[in-house]
Each structure stands twice: as structure tokens, then as C-alpha cells.
């Protein structure tokens, strides 16, 4: 394998501005005859040197320019959506760049806010908000980065940006729902590689307790994420009702991925049956938001959001027998009474999803969320968290 540095020019981009790159029809990638490897005798090879990525931004005139940090990310997002090659590739380098400058910005904004300090409380606050953006997309950056590799360090730092961010400004839509985002990838990252691990191993007791594990942890993860995607949602629609459509869309596309990737385990005789089950369940958790998001924001889709929330109702059913989907399975039901016409079905989604919700209380009594629904639904006296009726 060759050391050299992979040289490589992308003409085009605009010189006078900083803050937004060119299109992709008018973006070049150059690649330099210094990408091949010495002992190369095809003439006709477009680059086989695997070295490290060298890239240098340039006009057409040959001028040297300097992108942002977020022209970067968004240059690293249009080559990480057509790369085959991930591990040398030149969206890893752009992530990387982008990540070094996202560090650099940050860390000039964090020495102006401690200059601002001593002058004025309210350039101060008009900084710190400067930087809350700065930080944020610094964050998708690094989740983006984590998603694409997959790198767990990245996701889990794209994590916490996104929970201090959202302890200064709990009305921050934007960083929920990336908080949510990178949830739902970290969950299905790492139960791939403790898949991949437990492939080696033997079905020992020891491996049945770790698969346990694996399995509590990343319902919980599931959890977070659900939990920020409607946090986030929740403002947003209150906020801005076509950009709430749009979110709504994008969760809908990660949620079928991981809801996918859950479909498509592969199981075989010596996968215990509470494997299987939690699957199911996780699975049957994603297709009842999915239902739930196109009946919120599109009445035209009620007929795909039946058929949506029918399989997630059979999946929950089959896997609930650890009360694991207790609370889920039950505001499918619930779901169900808003979408059908038929008043019998109605009805019975109704008494059905009551008990559910009834049994998930009883479970898990500090769920206040749970309690103001219950209450809502006329099922939970005010006044007693133990007396039901109704």
C-alpha cells in the first residue's frame, strides 16, 4: 500500500463567500497523477493510491480559497450519499476537516463571549446564542460522521452536545430531534457489533446474560429516541407547520431504516425466543410512529397508516409477553380510534387500548405523561392512583 497523499482539487467553489458552496453541477473533483500508486502501469486508472486524503479548494482561476466548517459538512454529506469506498475515501477526509474547523470556530466564539462578558450581559447572550448554533451543527457533523463510518465516539459526542444544548434552551426543536437521530443510530450500531461479536461466541449462560443486556439497553436507547423525536416535534409543530412536515418525513425515513434493520435479523435456531420477541416489539414500536406521524400531519394517508398500525398492533401483540410494549401496544389502539371508520373497530381499539394503557400505569406509576392521558380519558380518578374506573 502506497504512503503517499492523495492530492485533490475541487475547482469551483465560490471565493467571495464563505458561507455557501456551489452546486453540484458546477462542483469538480480533480484527481492529481499523484494518485497512483508507483508500481501502476494502467494507463487508464483513475487513482489507486489508498494514503491519506490531501484536498485543496480552488477557483478556476487557480485562486486558493477556504470553505467554512459547514460548507464542509455539506460537501461531506454530497460525497458520503455516492462514495463506495468509505474508509479512504474523500467524505471521510471532508467530515474530518469539517470537524476541525467546527473546533476552531467554536473555541474563537467561546474567547469573544469571554471578552463580551466583562462589556455587556447582552452581547454576551446575543454570543452564546452564536455559538448554541455553532455547536449544533458541529453536532450533526459529528453524528453524521458516526452514521457513515459507523464511528460509536462520534455519535456519543454528537449526544452530548445536543443534551447541553438542550439544558440552556429546552425549546431547541432542531436539537432534540438530532438527539433523537443520533439515538436511534447509536442503538442500531451497537446491536450490530454485539451481534458480530456474539457470532463468535458460544450459547454459554454468560452469552444469554450479555444478549439480555443488549437487549434492555437498547430499548432504553429506542426510548430516548422516540421520546426527543416527539420533544422536538411537539415544538416544532407549534412553531412552524410546514417545517414540521418536513421533519416528520426525514424521522419517518430513519425510523423505516432501524425498523428495517430489525426486520431483517437473521435468526436461527440458537437465538433465544426473547430475542425474537424484542425484536418484534422494536419493530412493531417503529411502525406505530410511523403511522402515527403520516396521520398527524397528512389526512390523505389515513388508508397506509391503517395498514401501518395494524402490523405494529400484530408485532406488539406477539412480543409483549414481558410487558415490555405494554404502554406502545396500547397507544397503537388508541391511534386505531382516531384513523378507522368502522364504529364497532373503533370501539374495541378503544376498550382494548384502555386496559393496555391501565396495565402500563400499574407498571410504571410514575409515568406522569401516561397518568394526564388516563386522567383525560376519564379511566384514572384525580384524586387516587389506584382507583380506576370508567
Not at 185 to 198: G, H, T
Not at 276 to 291: D, P
Amino acid at each position: 500500500m502506497s504512503k503517499n497523499k492523495r492530492s485533490i482539487s475541487i475547482i469551483n467553489l465560490e471565493a467571495s463567500s464563505s458561507d455557501s458552496v456551489s452546486s453540484r453541477s458546477s462542483k469538480k473533483i480533480r484527481l492529481t497523477p499523484s494518485n497512483h500508486a508507483s508500481t501502476c502501469d494502467d494507463s487508464a486508472c483513475k487513482g489507486c493510491d489508498v494514503g491519506e486524503v490531501e484536498i485543496v479548494f480552488t477557483t478556476d482561476e487557480g485562486q486558493g480559497v477556504e470553505p467554512s466548517p459547514n460548507d464542509l459538512l455539506q460537501l461531506a454529506l454530497e460525497e458520503s450519499s455516492k462514495e463506495s469506498s468509505r474508509e479512504h475515501g474523500i467524505a471521510k477526509r471532508l467530515f474530518e476537516m469539517s470537524l476541525e474547523g467546527f473546533d476552531k470556530l467554536i473555541s474563537l466564539e467561546e474567547q469573544k463571549i469571554e471578552m463580551e462578558t466583562v462589556k455587556s450581559k447582552e452581547k454576551e447572550a446575543r454570543y452564546r446564542s452564536a455559538t448554541k448554533q455553532t455547536r449544533y451543527q458541529y453536532a450533526f457533523c459529528c453524528v453524521a460522521f458516526g452514521i457513515y463510518l459507523p464511528i460509536i465516539e462520534h455519535l456519543r459526542k454528537g449526544i452530548e452536545i445536543y443534551k447541553q444544548i438542550i439544558i440552556e434552551d429546552d425549546e431547541y426543536y432542531d436539537a432534540w430531534i438530532g438527539l433523537g437521530r443520533a439515538r436511534i443510530y447509536l442503538a442500531k450500531i451497537e446491536r450490530e457489533m454485539f451481534q458480530n461479536d456474539q457470532n463468535d461466541l458460544s450459547d454459554s449462560e454468560n452469552s444469554k446474560k450479555e444478549q439480555k443486556s443488549s437487549i434492555e439497553i437498547e430499548q432504553a436507547s429506542f426510548n430516548l429516541a422516540i421520546n426527543a423525536f416527539d420533544k422536538g416535534l411537539s415544538i416544532l409543530k407549534s412553531k412552524d407547520e410546514n417545517k414540521y412536515v418536513i421533519k416528520s418525513i426525514l424521522i419517518a425515513k430513519d425510523l423505516q431504516e432501524y425498523a428495517l434493520s430489525i426486520d431483517h435479523l437473521k435468526f436461527t435456531d440458537n437465538k433465544n425466543l426473547d430475542e425474537i420477541n424484542f425484536a418484534q416489539g422494536i419493530h412493531g414500536c417503529c411502525l406505530y410512529y410511523l403511522a402515527k406521524l403520516k396521520t398527524d400531519h397528512n389526512d390523505d394517508e389515513n388508508e397506509e397508516s391503517k395498514l401501518l398500525l395494524n402490523e405494529a398492533i400484530e408485532k406488539l401483540s406477539k412480543a409483549n409477553e414481558e410487558d415490555r410494549f405494554t404502554e406502545t401496544l396500547g397507544q397503537s389502539y388508541i391511534l386505531k380510534t382516531i384513523i378507522e371508520s368502522d364504529e364497532e373497530q373503533i370501539m374495541e381499539a378503544y376498550d382494548k387500548g384502555l386496559e393496555c394503557l391501565k396495565q402500563a400505569y400499574k407498571l410504571d406509576p410514575d409515568n406522569e405523561n401516561l397518568r394526564e392521558q388516563l386522567e383525560t380519558l376519564g379511566a384514572l380518578n384525580k384524586d387516587d392512583n389506584e382507583e380506576y374506573f370508567g
